[in-house]
């Protein structure tokens, strides 16, 4: 089971930062400030396990994120009567020089652990936060594999994986946990800031460099769909980096060079928009209208409709018939309509859309007339979001 701290702390947080927690039980004196991508998702999996009540799962041993050595051993609950000197000051024993560090405390372990994360993470506050929108885009393109393509080697491929992979904090870590032989446990929760700084940098660096891949492109290439898609993505894992580079700076760590935020690319996929033409072509068509909706909802996502010789077609089949109802007077028209938005480049239906509606009146003529005006309102409400969301999840191949 992932266990995403934003569950943790209600109302603290809409969305965590795509992260990891790891769960080493070292000391201060001895934690690993060269730890590897695969370290940290080792020690985030035996954390996991341990709030889940499980052994720490063991591994073959590699350093990638696919292949994660053997998890570390969890910390030793202390049940001395002594209470340590963090629980109620928890910079005595993690200088702020070196550590960003939080108390947690509860009834049972597991929530004290949950709870110390939770205050570490708000610690950065909403700083650190990405659009629910952005991580989830981010972090199906790397489990579907689709970033694959778009890194320069296999260990820049491994720290995106890793980071696509977490759910809180790179680098954080729980300490010590102290039982008060009463009722409450409490757990100290820390982060080596040494050791952060260079997770966070290596995530960042190879995530600018699957952006510069993602945007290198000739001009065919980019005014496509394929080139909006890229542009978009691109957006997303800028928007990822944006997070790293203000956790770093909390810290006190420099972010990497060549950071930009998302809406730069956003702005370059809207101009790529406005260079791509969607032709669109509707049979049976009654005075324009059902080509005017379509042609609206693609001009409100910023796309020109028309011209000829488009790579893109909007093609709309338009199907009506009369329909009879036992003792009723009325007139009634079906209406069905068949939308396909197709890249006749490779022949493919990139968007199919289709419903049917009915419509009654006294008169055939005004039953048809009102069929149309029913499937025009309905394309106005329907077309531009569902094409808006499939763009929004149109991803780059290579």
Same mark, same amino acid.
Request: contains cysteine; charged residues 20%; hydrophobic residues 35%.
């Given at each position: 089971?992932?266990? &995403?701290?934003?569950?943790?702390?209600?109302?603290?947080?809409?969305?965590?930062?795509? =992260?990891?927690? &790891?769960?080493?039980?070292?000391?201060?004196?001895?934690?690993?400030?060269?730890? =590897?991508?695969?370290?940290?998702?080792?020690?985030?999996?035996?954390?996991?396990?341990?709030?889940?009540? #499980?052994?720490?799962?063991?591994?073959?041993?590699?350093?990638?994120?696919?292949?994660?050595?053997?998890?570390?051993?969890?910390?030793?609950?202390?049940?001395?009567?002594?209470?340590?000197?963090?629980?109620?000051?928890?910079?005595?024993?993690?200088? *702020?020089?070196?550590?960003?560090?939080?108390?947690?405390?509860?009834?049972?372990?597991?929530?004290?652990?949950?709870?110390?994360?939770?205050?570490?993470?708000?610690?950065?506050?909403?700083?650190?936060?990405?659009?629910?929108?952005?991580?989830?885009?981010?972090?199906?393109?790397?489990?579907?594999?689709?970033?694959?393509?778009?890194?320069?080697? +296999?260990?820049?491929?491994?720290?995106?994986?890793?980071?696509? &992979? +977490?759910?809180?904090?790179?680098?954080?870590?729980? *300490?010590?946990?102290? %039982?008060?032989?009463?009722?409450?446990?409490?757990?100290?929760?820390?982060?080596?800031?040494? !050791?952060?700084?260079?997770?966070?940098?290596?995530?960042? $660096?190879?995530?600018?460099? +699957?952006?510069?891949?993602?945007?290198?492109?000739? @001009?065919? /290439?980019?005014?496509?769909? /394929?080139?909006?898609?890229?542009?978009?993505?691109?957006?997303?894992?800028?928007?990822?980096?944006?997070?790293?580079?203000?956790?770093?700076?909390?810290?006190?760590?420099?972010?990497?060079?060549?950071?930009?935020?998302?809406?730069?690319? !956003?702005?370059?996929?809207?101009?790529?928009?406005?260079?791509?033409?969607?032709?669109?072509?509707?049979?049976?068509?009654?005075?324009? $209208?059902?080509?005017?909706?379509?042609?609206?909802?693609?001009?409100?996502?910023?796309? #020109?409709?028309?011209?000829?010789?488009?790579?893109?077609?909007?093609?709309?089949?338009?199907?009506?018939?009369?329909?009879?109802?036992?003792?009723?007077?009325?007139?009634?028209?079906?209406?069905?309509?068949?939308?396909?938005?197709?890249?006749?480049?490779? $022949?493919?239906?990139?968007?199919?859309?289709?419903?049917?509606?009915?419509?009654?009146?006294?008169? @055939?003529?005004?039953?048809?007339?009102?069929?149309?005006?029913?499937?025009? *309102?309905?394309?106005?409400?329907? %077309?531009?979001?569902?094409?808006? /969301?499939?763009?929004?999840?149109?991803?780059?191949? !290579?």
């Amino acid at each position: 089971m992932k266990l &995403s701290v934003s569950c943790i702390c209600s109302g603290l947080l809409c969305c965590c930062l795509l =992260s990891v927690f &790891s769960a080493c039980g070292s000391s201060p004196s001895s934690a690993n400030s060269g730890a =590897s991508a695969g370290d940290a998702m080792a020690s985030a999996q035996a954390a996991l396990d341990r709030m889940d009540g #499980r052994a720490p799962a063991q591994s073959g041993g590699g350093s990638s994120a696919s292949s994660a050595p053997a998890a570390r051993q969890e910390v030793t609950v202390n049940t001395s009567r002594t209470k340590p000197a963090w629980v109620d000051s928890v910079d005595s024993a993690y200088n *702020r020089s070196q550590y960003v560090a939080a108390v947690g405390y509860a009834s049972n372990r597991t929530m004290a652990e949950r709870n110390a994360l939770a205050n570490l993470v708000a610690f950065f506050g909403q700083s650190i936060q990405a659009d629910m929108t952005t991580t989830n885009t981010y972090r199906e393109a790397v489990k579907n594999g689709v970033t694959t393509g778009w890194t320069d080697d +296999m260990s820049m491929e491994n720290t995106i994986q890793t980071s696509a &992979s +977490m759910d809180t904090l790179v680098g954080a870590e729980i *300490r010590e946990v102290w %039982y008060d032989s009463n009722s409450t446990y409490y757990a100290a929760a820390v982060m080596e800031k040494t !050791r952060t700084a260079q997770l966070y940098s290596d995530m960042i $660096r190879a995530n600018l460099n +699957m952006i510069g891949n993602l945007v290198t492109m000739n @001009q065919a /290439e980019k005014n496509s769909l /394929e080139g909006f898609s890229r542009y978009q993505f691109a957006a997303a894992v800028a928007d990822i980096n944006i997070s790293y580079g203000n956790l770093l700076k909390l810290i006190g760590a420099a972010p990497p060079d060549g950071i930009k935020p998302g809406d730069d690319y !956003r702005l370059e996929a809207q101009g790529i928009a406005r260079a791509i033409p969607i032709g669109v072509t509707v049979r049976n068509d009654k005075s324009g $209208r059902i080509q005017g909706a379509f042609a609206k909802a693609l001009s409100e996502l910023g796309f #020109r409709s028309g011209g000829t010789n488009s790579r893109y077609v909007l093609d709309v089949g338009i199907v009506t018939s009369p329909v009879e109802f036992p003792n009723n007077q009325n007139k009634f028209t079906r209406i069905e309509v068949n939308a396909d938005l197709t890249d006749t480049s490779t $022949r493919s239906v990139l968007v199919p859309y289709n419903f049917n509606n009915r419509e009654g009146h006294t008169s @055939q003529s005004e039953a048809d007339n009102r069929a149309y005006a029913a499937a025009e *309102r309905k394309i106005g409400e329907e %077309y531009r979001d569902m094409l808006s /969301e499939y763009l929004s999840q149109l991803l780059p191949k !290579r």
